[in-house]
């Protein structure tokens, strides 16, 4: 069942596993960050939850780029596997494993799903004759073929006829079930136009397709053989997608393919994840996958990354990024701006100076070290007072004296009936961020934070509370109605916090520490389990509010305001 956003079965998000004939871009990070924003998300939540990533190693194209720099296949799959790990690290992601699709663990579970679908008829032999994209590592139909000029529709590159003795496995049965599974969303197929894009094509028909490559003189000694005929290797597709369930297929946690399963990928191999793959699980006997999110492509200023143009953002320009703006500014940028839907996005850098200042160093960042820096200076640092969310207390409401303090001044709101509701406001942006994350809209989670981040802006703006500071010890409970008026922005941008966390925990982290919100978690540790789910921390004056004595310090700026005409990171002269 796809989730709605009380969903507590345990989740299971995944990765596509990458080609190791390369390095990692910006591609094959994005796509690991928005499974690590969910996968944090989920964990806030409260639900048990299991992110893989890892490396698709058995390729051609990985043998021969092997080749071309003196190393073995499995030598060069290791560099550039570790490569990816760093990456990986370096991006802060909280994956659970990392599989190698050369590990004993995956090739002795996949030769066995591949032996039971022959024994049972699934995969039989027969001969091929096809046009095969080599940049691609696959077969294209004739019609999509002769749509793309006979070039690969991907890299452009010539197709090549072939012909083969192979292995089948016959998707042709699941046609008519697997058009029901994705029509009724029993596989959630998103965003919605990818989904009739499956649709679309499952009615011009399916065909078996090929599962093996024969053996040829010269051939590498690279892939998994096919069960029980050692002169065909099992193509490098259909055992990659095993992965998936390869490394969760032990009893510790085998309950995550029982619970809710993610698949994420991009939007060029959404026909493997959407109809082969689930059409395997369903001849194995298996749960399919709950969804299958096929996100865009980032382009880069402008233009198409191909190796070509050599314009790929690399590792070591998001490297640069994160020395002068943050991984944390890194993080927010790819994830709030990235292709999550249908539509290609553009790695820009005055993009990302824009949003970087107009998000984080204007507004979430800004309005944290305001309320921390009044909170120090007005109070010591110290909370004294909590609030209902009302503004009252004995002797008067707070947001009266505030106005009064301003009337005073000669000032005055724009509307002086304005009321704020802010456990209200805190708790609907909560559960809109929930119904967002339910739907993977991981860019709707995170305005859910940054809304309340507004809210407390707003209210900053209208109270002006550094106007009502100036008349503390003139104006009767001036300093009550000031701590009511601080504690209720700071305990919001608490639950904000929570909310941004996924996208930026080591920012948000740097906040509790500096608040006192040890309460939450490991203070220590970003990456630490939370003590107790979202529901819970989110209350407004629950038991893991913001409490009277708790310490709260300035803490250092969290994003310092670029100029819009810096350079672009890394592309300085050394
Ligand atoms: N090995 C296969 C996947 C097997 S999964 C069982 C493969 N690998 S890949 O290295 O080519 O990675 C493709 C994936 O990388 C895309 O689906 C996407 O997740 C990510 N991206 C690669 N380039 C990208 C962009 N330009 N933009 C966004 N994501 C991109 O295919």
Same mark, same amino acid.
Do not use: E
């Given at each position: 069942m796809p989730s709605d956003h009380t969903n507590q079965n345990p989740y299971y998000i995944t990765t596509p596993i990458y080609y190791v004939n390369d390095r990692p871009h910006i591609g094959h990070c994005y796509t690991t960050l928005i499974a690590d924003v969910a996968a944090r998300a989920q964990r806030l939540v409260g639900r048990d939850t299991f992110f893989l990533t890892g490396t698709d190693e058995h390729a051609e194209k990985v043998s021969k780029t092997a080749l071309e720099n003196g190393k073995t296949p499995y030598e060069w799959a290791t560099i550039n596997a570790e490569r990816f790990k760093d990456a990986f690290a370096f991006m802060d992601f909280s994956n659970d494993d990392f599989v190698r699709t050369t590990e004993e663990r995956h090739i002795s579970r996949a030769s066995a799903y591949i032996k039971k679908l022959m024994d049972q008829g699934d995969i039989e032999l027969g001969d091929y004759e096809g046009w095969y994209d080599p940049s691609q590592e696959e077969y294209l139909t004739e019609t999509v073929a002769k749509e793309n000029n006979y070039k690969s529709?991907?890299?452009g590159r010539d197709l090549e006829k072939r012909v083969e003795q192979n292995y089948f496995f016959r998707l042709d049965k699941y046609e008519g079930w697997l058009r029901e599974q994705i029509e009724s969303g029993t596989i959630r197929v998103l965003p919605e136009a990818r989904k009739n894009e499956v649709l679309g094509r499952l009615k011009t028909g399916l065909n078996k397709v090929p599962v093996s490559r024969k053996i040829k003189d /010269?051939?590498? *000694?690279w892939g998994i053989k096919m069960p029980g005929d050692d002169s065909h290797r099992i193509y490098v597709w259909i055992e990659a997608l095993c992965n998936y369930l390869t490394t969760v297929d032990t009893d510790g946690r085998r309950a995550y393919w029982n619970g809710e399963v993610v698949h994420l990928m991009a939007k060029d191999i959404l026909w493997f994840h959407a109809v082969i793959w689930p059409a395997m699980l369903h001849a194995l006997g298996e749960k399919v996958p709950d969804t299958v999110y096929a996100h865009a492509y980032w382009i880069s200023e402008g233009t198409k990354m191909s190796k070509s143009l050599g314009n790929f953002i690399e590792i070591d320009q998001l490297r640069a990024y994160a020395e002068r703006y943050s991984l944390d500014a890194v993080r927010w940028f790819l994830t709030t701006q /990235?292709?999550? /839907?249908?539509n290609d996005a553009d790695f820009a850098h005055a993009r990302f100076i824009e949003v970087y200042n107009a998000d984080l160093a204007n507004s979430i960042g800004n309005s944290m070290s305001r309320v921390g820096n009044m909170i120090d200076k007005y109070f010591n640092g110290e909370i004294t007072r909590t609030c209902n969310g009302e503004f009252g207390f004995e002797g008067g409401k707070a947001l009266q004296l505030a106005i009064q303090a301003l009337n005073d001044a000669g000032k005055s709101p724009d509307d002086p009936s304005r009321t704020f509701d802010f456990p209200k406001t805190t708790q609907a942006a909560v559960d809109s961020a929930l119904q967002a994350l339910a739907k993977l809209d991981l860019e709707e989670m995170l305005d859910s934070g940054r809304s309340i981040v507004r809210f407390v802006d707003d209210f900053i703006s209208y109270s002006a509370p550094f106007t009502l500071a100036k008349r503390v010890g003139e104006l009767e409970h001036a300093d009550k109605a000031l701590a009511t008026i601080l504690y209720s922005c700071a305990e919001a941008l608490r639950i904000a916090s929570l909310l941004l966390y996924p996208a930026m925990p080591a920012k948000m982290a740097q906040l509790w520490r500096d608040w006192n919100?040890?309460?939450?978690?490991?203070? /220590? *540790?970003?990456n630490s389990p939370f003590l107790t789910p979202l529901s819970e921390l989110a209350t407004w004056t629950g038991e893991h509010s913001m409490s009277v004595g708790q310490r709260v310090s300035k803490g250092e700026v969290m994003f310092m305001r670029a100029d819009a005409n810096e350079p672009t990171p890394g592309s300085e002269p050394a």
């Open positions: 529709p991907v890299t /010269g051939d590498p *000694d /990235g292709p999550l /839907g249908a919100c040890n309460h939450l978690r490991d203070p /220590g *540790d970003h």
